[in-house]
């Protein structure tokens, strides 16, 4: 892959509107997508400018060579067929909540680890699921500042640093939690890493 990713993003509500802005602020193409259809997205492509598009869900997947999850979790069947992820990096952002707002019981396993079934030729990764989309919004930082933790896990080290680079152009510090399994738990709601605004030396802190 070149510097500018083209990236798709399945939800365009609070967090994909929101990362959509600051991938195209870093110089990257987006192509936005969500149940409602292209129309329904006017405003929002109107205000990122000539590097973002709208689109069906099955086209951003298409699009992307990374892939933005912003769906709620509740809603996961929904996401389109397996096949179009195979080879994507695809970025999950989803949290385990009901309908009703309550973390769902998914025993020994991660919410990222029943997606992955869900798409088992992605490269997934968790990333965006542990900060507020207003934190997100604002939080940006130029290099060289202490910048805000945005926490990532997973099993595919390439995809990873992919990831983490994305995340470090947007203006976060990219914080590796582990695998799929053991760094997703710690990025699950509860934990004393989820929801709250930290600088990488106090994310780094925790996590030991």
């Not at 929101?18 to 192509?31: C, D, E, P, S």
């Not at 060579?65 to 994507?88: N, Q």
């Not at 998914?106 to 079934?117: D, F, I, N, P, Y």
């Not at 990831?163 to 004393?192: C, Y």
Request: net charge positive.
């Amino acid at each position: 892959m070149g510097d500018a990713l083209r990236i798709g993003i399945v939800g365009a509500g609070h967090i994909g509107g929101t990362a959509a802005k600051l991938f195209v602020g870093a110089g990257h193409q987006v192509t936005v997508s969500n149940s409602r259809g292209p129309e329904s997205l006017a405003s929002l492509v109107a205000s990122l400018g000539p590097k973002a598009r709208a689109a069906i869900p099955p086209e951003a997947i298409r699009f992307g060579d990374v892939v933005l999850l912003a769906v709620p979790w509740r809603r996961k069947e929904e996401l389109p067929a397996a096949d179009l992820f195979t080879g994507k990096i695809a970025i999950d952002a989803m949290n385990a909540y009901s309908a009703v707002g309550r973390v769902e019981d998914l025993g020994e396993g991660t919410s990222s680890e029943e997606v992955a079934k869900r798409m088992p030729k992605a490269r997934l990764v968790k990333a965006f699921n542990t900060m507020g989309w207003k934190t997100l919004e604002t939080g940006s930082r130029p290099k060289g500042e202490d910048r805000l933790a945005i926490f990532l896990a997973g099993d595919d080290r390439e995809a990873k640093s992919v990831v983490a680079k994305l995340i470090e152009e947007i203006g976060f510090a990219a914080i590796d939690t582990g695998s799929l399994r053991e760094g997703g738990r710690r990025q699950q709601p509860g934990s004393p890493i989820y929801g709250r605004p930290l600088t990488a030396p106090q994310a780094r802190d925790i996590l030991r």
